[in-house]
């Protein structure tokens, strides 16, 4: 197998970016970027920290991550696992990876940026949904943001229904967890119990 080890040695194979991919990319939101967060109902939030890298998905109604100048995001924290995998990253961390997503377009904008954990009442009050406040609030400061080609969403056919694999032929949360359990989460148990579980947690 044959490694690039270099900078140079990847740039002499893949040579240098067009002026379209560099002239994108800004240090704050201009209008039409913030059209495009505003229209995402789903984003990956990409953290670092001592154990390692995290990707984590967030999803809400379309515009859950609010825009509160051109230079910083705003995004609930929900009811989840308790892992808390992204926010103990930010906390220790603070350098922070936005991936948005849109049903339907190709089109998807990345952030990258130095995130906190807010607990202020009054903001994660502001996000309240169903009568749950948010638990805590990231707030993410944009240092580069820019939107992606749709070339790997046209390549993946993401958004074609036709293409949408049968959930059915997939294995359930709860047969994955009897397995990394060793038997000790009965898995029909948890995937009868699931849709409740989601319900109640899922604000």
């Keep these: 197998m044959s490694i690039l080890k270099t900078v140079e040695e990847l740039e002499a194979l893949y040579g240098q970016p067009g002026e379209a991919s560099l002239v994108k990319e800004l240090d704050r939101l201009i209008p039409e970027y913030a059209v495009l967060i505003e229209a995402a109902p789903f984003v990956a939030l990409a953290t670092a920290g001592p154990e390692g890298l995290d990707c984590s998905p967030r999803g809400d109604v379309a515009g859950f991550v609010r825009i509160r100048d051109d230079r910083t995001l705003l995004m609930p924290d929900r009811r989840g696992n308790n892992r808390a995998d992204s926010l103990k ?6 350098r922070a990876g936005l991936l948005f997503l849109i049903p339907g377009s190709g089109t998807t904008l990345r952030v990258n940026g130095r995130a906190e954990v807010s607990i202020d009442p009054d903001l994660c009050a502001s996000f309240t ?9 990231i707030v993410i400061g944009i240092e580069k943001v820019y939107f992606q080609c749709a070339r790997a969403i046209r390549r993946s056919d993401l958004w074609n229904p036709e293409k949408h694999v049968d959930e059915k032929s997939l294995p359930t949360p709860g047969r994955i967890l009897q397995k990394t359990s060793e038997a000790r989460i009965d ?6 119990e699931w849709p409740e579980r989601a319900r109640k947690t899922m604000w």
């Design 187 to 192: 898995g029909d148990a948890y995937d009868r």
């Design 89 to 94: 990253n930010i906390i220790r961390d603070g």
């Design 129 to 137: 949904m169903e009568g749950k406040p948010a638990r805590s609030v």
